[in-house]
C-alpha cells in the first residue's frame, strides 16, 4: 500500500500510480466480471508473462484493491476478486471502455469518409 508520502499530489497521478499499467487495468478489467484464478487469468489475458501477472496481483493486493482467497485443498486452490475498494473502481474503467467504443466508432467514420 502507498504511504502518504509516496502518494503523489494530485489524484489523477495517484490513480495512474495504482492501477495505471496494461496489465492492471486488464486485470480489473477481468475481475469486474468475476473471480478468476491465476492460470484462467494468464490463458485470458494473452501476452503477460507469469512475472508481470504474479506481480501486478501482488501490487493490486498491496494496494487493497485485489483479495486473494487461498482454499484449504490439496491441491489448494486460490482465486483472486475484487476488495470493495477495487469495486469502487468499476465506474472508472465502464467511462474507459465508454470512450474507447466512441474513439473506435469516431476513427472508423473518419476511415469510411476518405
Same mark, same amino acid.
Given at each position: ?15 495512474? &500510480? ?27 489475458? &494473452? ?58 466508432? &469516431?476513427?472508423?467514420?473518419? &476511415?469510411?469518409?476518405?
Amino acid at each position: 500500500m502507498l504511504t502518504k508520502e509516496e502518494m503523489p499530489a494530485c489524484p489523477v497521478a495517484t490513480t495512474v &500510480q495504482l492501477v495505471g499499467s496494461k496489465w492492471k487495468l486488464l486485470i480489473l478489467r477481468n475481475l469486474l466480471l468475476r473471480s478468476w484464478r491465476f492460470n484462467e487469468l494468464r490463458k485470458d489475458l &494473452q501476452g503477460v508473462s507469469q512475472k508481470v501477472l504474479a506481480d501486478s496481483l501482488r501490487s493490486l493486493e498491496s494496494d487493497g484493491i485485489v483479495a486473494r482467497t487461498v482454499y484449504p485443498e490439496v491441491p489448494p486452490k486460490v482465486e483472486y476478486s475484487l476488495t470493495p475498494l477495487g469495486e469502487s473502481l468499476r465506474p472508472v474503467l465502464d467511462a474507459m471502455e465508454r470512450w474507447g467504443l466512441e474513439y473506435k466508432r &469516431q476513427i472508423l467514420e473518419g &476511415q469510411k469518409a476518405k
